[in-house]
């Protein structure tokens, strides 16, 4: 099993930036893909970036393609999410997972941190 602990979140105005890190324990980092979700109020969860075992394929949400980019390091066993010209439709709760399983279903997602809090203001 991976533990997931999420940091970096906050409050920004639109138009600016935020860079949210995900850290994790337990088993080993390299055998997991990684994805980004978010949950707004009110709203179903939804996806927004994956990026497989290795780092060299990414996937994004076409809501946030061009402005997100996420990324990774296994020997820190940490993945990042770069957020760029945020807008009000970006505010929610993002969660990052873990899967061993194929990285492009988003079912498979199976391991989650507790989330971090992003507001952007208008």
């Known amino acids: 099993q991976v533990q997931l602990v999420e940091s970096g979140g906050g409050l920004v105005q639109a138009g600016g930036s935020l860079r949210l890190s995900c850290a994790a324990s337990g088993d080993t980092f390299s055998l997991y893909a990684l994805g980004w979700f978010r949950r707004a109020p009110g709203k179903e969860r939804e996806f927004v970036a994956a990026i497989n075992w290795s780092g060299g394929n990414t996937y994004y949400a076409d809501s946030v393609k061009g402005r997100f980019a996420i990324s990774r390091d296994n020997a820190k066993r940490t993945v990042w999410l770069q957020m760029n010209s945020l807008n009000p439709e970006d505010t929610a709760a993002y969660c990052c997972?873990?899967?061993?399983?194929?990285?492009?279903?988003?079912?498979?997602?199976?391991?989650w941190g507790q989330g971090t809090q992003v507001t952007v203001s208008s």
């Open positions: 997972a873990a899967t061993r399983l194929h990285w492009l279903k988003l079912s498979n997602y199976n391991y």
